[in-house]
């Protein structure tokens, strides 16, 4: 009798045993996983900013510039007379995407330049890359398709890595002190014009003229990688 109770007693320490010895396995499991975890969110948001610094971010102050217009002038934002705020818009002669936001640019600086917001056109290709892109071309691609805009030329590419383009058409309005508004696309649509829902740089300039903050302030821009040559 008496071996049989010491032999239960055996089974039930040894179980209790195994037992509390999973449960920390597990427990430190549990931990370690919430660790990466943690580890995993510090560095995505580690990323996000040092995306962040390579570019403007809505609420920053944008950088003016110089740069040749089609008509032979150099020009700065500065320039603008009366501005309360800019449609800077990264863009090119060749990319498909560009092409379809053309006509859509033209009835954009029709409406609002002379509300204060004018459209700010540079093309940020390198010609040597995209020949289509060259200067000479900008300038008959505004008269083919009658640009009411100015239209400048981004030699050397110095400015649009400054504001952080990575696509054409990509749009950064800005306020009349030159603060970063919105940041993206013109749209939601840039296939059909008449099957768009949303217009993100006319709400955005509506939203600003009510002293609002856009919302959205940033959009994802939809087009053609900016030209450049490989490093």
């Known amino acids: 009798m008496n071996k049989a109770i010491t032999l239960i007693l055996c089974l039930f320490v040894s179980t209790s045993f195994f037992l509390s010895c999973g449960e920390n396995a597990a427990g430190e499991a549990a931990t370690a996983v919430v660790d990466t975890a943690k580890e995993t969110t510090k560095a995505t948001a580690e990323a996000v900013k040092n995306t962040v610094k390579d570019g403007l971010a809505v609420g920053d102050k944008a950088p003016d510039f110089k740069l040749k217009n089609i008509d032979g002038k150099m020009m700065s934002l500065s320039d603008v007379a009366d501005a309360k ?101 013109i749209d939601d649509n840039h296939e059909d014009e008449t099957a768009v829902k949303v217009k993100y740089v006319e709400n955005a300039i509506t939203a600003m003229q009510a002293g609002k903050d856009p919302d959205p302030s940033f959009t994802k821009a939809i087009g053609c990688t900016i030209k450049k040559k490989k490093s």
């Open 85 to 185: 705020g800019y449609i800077v818009t990264f863009t090119c002669n060749h990319c498909p995407y560009a092409v379809m936001y053309e006509d859509r640019l033209i009835e954009m600086h029709k409406t609002y330049a002379p509300k204060g917001y004018p459209v700010i056109a540079i093309n940020p290709n390198d010609p040597e890359v995209q020949p289509k892109d060259s200067f000479d071309e900008m300038v008959v691609r505004a008269k083919e398709k009658g640009f009411n805009f100015p239209y400048l030329f981004d030699e050397g590419q110095k400015v649009y890595p400054q504001y952080g383009a990575t696509r054409t058409p990509h749009v950064y309005l800005l306020d009349k002190d030159m603060t970063v508004r919105y940041i993206g696309a």
